[in-house]
């Protein structure tokens, strides 16, 4: 039976997603047990909707009245509210009383949390956010995407060793091909980050293809891509930004004339796909990487189904025994240095 | 009469492109002549296919025959090859015997050039490359997109500064609205040299409205996105990559079934609109702002349509008198401090 704590209160749509998100996952998975973590009351309330739902029976309520906003400074936040869902799921994470913890709330509480309550693998410098991103093909992982906004360039090939081997654990790749965000294809090229972080990306343990430029991130060359979490958080939510503007663009044009509106009708099914390739909530959040335990960040704006996918994928992170894969290569990049 | 220099050598389709672009360039604008600088030879061989065509009396050749190539070292390049288009070019700009260079050629030697043929306008720390992008409703202005890969917080409120006059003059904007690329919207949001910037932004005199974050830049909320070419060369480089891969994932699932085929072709003048709207290479190429004379860089795959859009814009910029402009509001900027 594997274990996830939830952060009931964790997300825009709170905490009518996280109870139904945790419903259809206990409900796909009968070797889960969730506890939803959160003000007793409210999830006793909400959880009352769904009465005599399959599944139900494992789920628990761990009461975690203090409540970690987006307004709190995130430090300050784990360091008092000794009662909220994030420091009391991490503690229990880190008892191992919990295997996995889940949250759709404070990005900055849920990294807090997890440096400062569940703690770094021993030799990580920094642990990283790494989502999945489509590219059309398939998924790739682009590590760090905001944990870490001022890199130094030791940072970069461990974001390397641990996308490689997440990417290996949940994705089934076998020698996962690793790439450097940069502005050209050449060593030489870049800021003084990444310059500095190519030749030791070069002497790391995993299959490193070189830089990746802009126009190639989603062009299926890498299945890790690394970079600084400026710039990762910068292509994470630009690449939202430039397909919802150029959705919006075809979507305009498209109602622009009779023609091309009868095609826009007749072309649906074709769009659906393209929606559904897009879509990474299905594929989960973003874990972070390099903790003492298994933390996955779903996005603030998740419904219940993209909560469900946050917990299977957590759920595979621990079957899958990541956290242990990742002190092994961390170990191992230590000991080649 | 305006008078261009263009690179006739520059971009992967020269001299065929330059040399065609030159004459459409000087079919549609009585009020230009064009210095068409390379290897005499060859641009004499290329003319030879357009004999007649109007305008080209006011075409002439400067015999440049040293060539730049993007394998050249940039810097070291302009100092050794005096006789190639870049430094012939860019020393007659400087002595006022051409209003302004064009090249398709090396990004590398036009910022070396400029920077050390044609020099810094007083007070201006970095000159910048300040393309204009596509947002689905206009356009707006990315400065630096990749002369600065490592800056100073003091050079941010300059591409500020010079992108506001820019979009100013060329786009007849009245009181542009200036972003910081950061990736939260609060002011102590970002890594280091974003947050010193930040305050810097804020007493310069233009009109700042504050961070712009990654899925907002192509929602038309700043006309000028100000951030660091590392940054600037991703978010453009990366803006093409999404949009293509989005563009082939549409194309091969309307291909995938016979509705959404026919659907498809009905949908071809929406997809056609969309395509123009997107063509950033009509508002022609990316200027260097900051030296002492009119430098437009232009997309290296550029047709000859391109290059005449880049050669529009370069007189544009010349008859709105761009230089005296930026020269102008950084002497204001400076005083002000």
Do not use: W
């Amino acid at each position: 039976m594997i274990h996830i704590y939830l952060d009931a209160m964790g997300g825009d749509n709170a905490p009518g997603c996280t109870v139904e998100g945790a419903l259809e996952a206990l409900k796909n998975d009968p070797e889960l047990k969730i506890t939803l973590g959160g003000p007793r009351e409210e999830i006793e309330r909400e959880l009352k909707k769904h009465e005599g739902v399959p599944g139900e029976d494992r789920l628990t309520i761990d009461d975690a009245p203090e409540i970690i906003t987006n307004h709190d400074a995130p430090v300050m936040a784990i360091r008092q509210k000794k009662n909220s869902a994030q420091v009391k799921g991490m503690l229990l994470v880190r008892e191992g009383k919990a295997d996995g913890f889940v949250s759709a709330g404070s990005t900055g509480a849920t990294l807090a949390g997890g440096m400062f309550r569940l703690g770094r693998i021993d030799g990580v410098e920094r642990p990283a956010l790494a989502p999945l991103l489509p590219n059309g093909k398939d998924f790739f992982c682009l590590i760090d995407c905001g944990a870490n906004v001022d890199c130094l360039p030791a940072y970069l090939p461990q974001f390397g060793v641990m996308g490689s081997a997440y990417i290996k654990a949940v994705r089934g790749v076998e020698n996962p091909r690793v790439g450097l965000v940069n502005i050209g294809a050449e060593a030489e090229k870049g800021n003084a980050l990444v310059k500095a972080a190519y030749h030791l990306m070069e002497k790391a343990p995993f299959h490193f293809i070189g830089n990746v430029e802009g126009r190639d991130i989603t062009g299926d060359v890498a299945d890790v891509v690394v970079c600084d979490g400026f710039s990762g958080n910068l292509i994470l939510k630009f690449m939202e930004g430039v397909a919802g503007t150029l959705l919006g663009m075809i979507k305009k044009e498209i109602y622009a004339d009779t023609r091309s509106k009868i095609g826009g009708l007749l072309a649906k099914p074709a769009f659906k796909r393209v929606k559904k390739t897009m879509d990474y909530t299905e594929v989960g959040g973003a874990p972070l990487l390099g903790v003492k335990g298994v933390v996955v960040k779903a996005h603030g704006s998740s419904n219940a189904h993209a909560i469900a996918c946050a917990i299977r994928q957590a759920v595979l992170m621990v079957r899958k025994n990541l956290v242990d894969s990742i002190e092994k290569e961390i170990a191992k990049q230590l000991s080649e240095q």
